[in-house]
């Protein structure tokens, strides 16, 4: 629920908005993350999550009145200096967080397309922002905090791809949008494929906890999800060994265009919305793993099917290419509730 605050109450009740809103720049100081440039953003309304702009400025952690949202990996933090390389660099470096950009040329499974190599989920995660700009201020009664950067993708004879991404929230506010704005800047047309790999974890990803979204279609990645399907959409007590299942789901859009998945934990009374918009974004995967120590869902709009990798997307008709100057946008919500 939002808290409601006018511009009159706090310039006459707090000695400074950073008492109750702000967003502050750190480093990391210590352990694989040293050297890492982070964004605390917290907006007075028990919201708070972090940006880290030397991994494709994705946010990594996230609260609401002081609850963990995100899931963590054992892993933790990694600057990308400290992230190895070759096939197995995601998953020596692979954070978690509330969200990670798998893309902007490629994600799901490594591949080799078109004579290249392509890693698993591509290279955005790795990849640092410039031109970060923090901009907080007052519009009429709305105290509004918005974090803004840019990240490239480029390859000499190769792509040449610019994001510009917005985060906005507001004083008091239960939720924040994210928007994207990529280009290719290239004079080629290149290929492109976009998802965004949200990460809930406990508490309020438990026993219980359910997935609720207006669907009209699902189909398990492979036999392993498949058994799996009849409860896809509710987690179940951890287990020894679970192999982790992936599914495709198409929603049924809103009047507004957008697709919406809650997640409900009735134990702890909490819940998380995600909106998105579906013009661009017309799919949806799910990533469940109810094993012990490795307990997360993962929710996953996406541009095209391409879990496999962008052969998959190619051969199946739904890699998308962009041309020289062309540009496309991506809106997403995310709203908390307790």
């Known amino acids: 629920m939002r808290v409601r605050y006018s511009r009159q109450s706090v310039g006459d009740l707090a000695g400074s908005i950073e008492q109750l809103a702000r967003v502050r720049a750190v480093e990391a ?35 609401f009145s002081g609850i963990p949202v995100a899931w963590r990996s054992p892993v933790g933090d990694v600057h ?43 290279w955005a995660t790795f990849l640092p922002a410039m031109a970060v700009r923090i901009e907080n201020g007052w519009e009429g009664d709305n105290y509004r905090l918005r974090l803004s950067g840019e990240v490239r993708q480029s390859r000499l004879f190769g792509e040449c791809i610019t994001l510009r991404r917005t985060y906005e929230t507001e004083l008091g506010s239960d939720c924040f949008w994210i928007e994207d704005v990529l280009k290719n800047e290239g004079a080629h047309p290149t290929p492109h494929m976009m998802l965004y790999h949200f990460n809930f974890g406990f508490p309020l990803i438990a026993p219980g906890t359910e997935i609720v979204m207006n669907v009209a279609s699902t189909s398990p990645r492979d036999a392993v999800a498949a058994t799996g399907l009849s409860q896809a959409l509710r987690m179940s007590e951890p287990e020894a060994n679970f192999p982790e299942q992936v599914f495709l789901h198409e929603l049924t859009p809103g009047e507004d265009g957008f697709g919406s998945v809650a997640i409900e934990n009735h134990g702890i009374g909490m819940a998380l919305r995600l909106d998105f918009d579906m013009s661009t974004l017309p799919y949806l995967y799910q990533w469940k793993v109810s094993e012990k120590g490795t307990y997360v869902l993962g929710i996953e709009p996406a541009n095209c099917k391409g879990i496999g990798g962008r052969t998959e997307a190619r051969s199946n008709g739904s890699l998308q290419i962009l041309q020289a100057g062309e540009e496309v946008r991506y809106r997403l919500k995310a709203t908390f509730g307790i």
Not at 32 to 61: C, K, Q
Not at 98 to 118: I, K, M, R, S, V
């Open 29 to 63: 100081m210590d352990g694989p993350a040293r050297g890492s440039r982070l964004y605390i953003v917290e907006n007075g309304g028990g919201l708070a999550f972090t940006v880290n702009a030397d991994r494709g400025f994705d946010i990594t952690e996230c609260t």
């Open 80 to 122: 990308p200096s400290y992230a190895g390389d070759g096939e197995a660099r995601l998953l020596r470096a692979f954070t978690g967080g509330l969200f990670f950009t798998a893309g902007y040329t490629q994600f799901g499974a490594a591949c080799t397309d078109d004579g290249h190599f392509l890693p698993q989920h591509g």
